[in-house]
């Protein structure tokens, strides 16, 4: 949204209203700016999620598995779980032969990895990208 419409919508001049868009980011408030592109457009429409156990928990093993995960762009995001498994992982390819394809050429062979578990979504019901304030 330009800043003069946002300026308008919370009835602020568009001078002050930059100043306090530029103090949130400042303040880390606002992490990053996004465009957001719809996967199945791009031929990505199958979500997976999977739930990924480790050999340990010691720190190196933690690293090298963050870092290899980072660096795989069908990952879309991993989380550091507490209770059954280790990671949550949401990735997104083409279909089931591509996931199978991921699945023994990459994820199988991140390090510390003692077993996965796949989910495939049917389809979405909730999807926000917005923080509730």
Partial sequence: MANVD???AVHLSPSACLRRVRRLEEGGYIDRYVAL???AAVGLG???FVE???TGQDEPTLESFERAVSERPEI???HLMAGDFDYLVHVVVRDVADYEVL?????AQL???ARMVSSFALRPICD???VPL
């Fill in 52 to 54: 990924i156990t480790l």
């Fill in 6 to 8: 946002l300026a308008e």
């Fill in 46 to 48: 199958t979500d997976v």
């Fill in 128 to 130: 926000r990208t917005a």
């Fill in 76 to 78: 879309l995001s991993c």
């Fill in 103 to 107: 699945h023994r050429t990459h994820l």
């Fill in 111 to 113: 390090p510390g990895v």
């Fill in 37 to 39: 592109v719809d996967p």
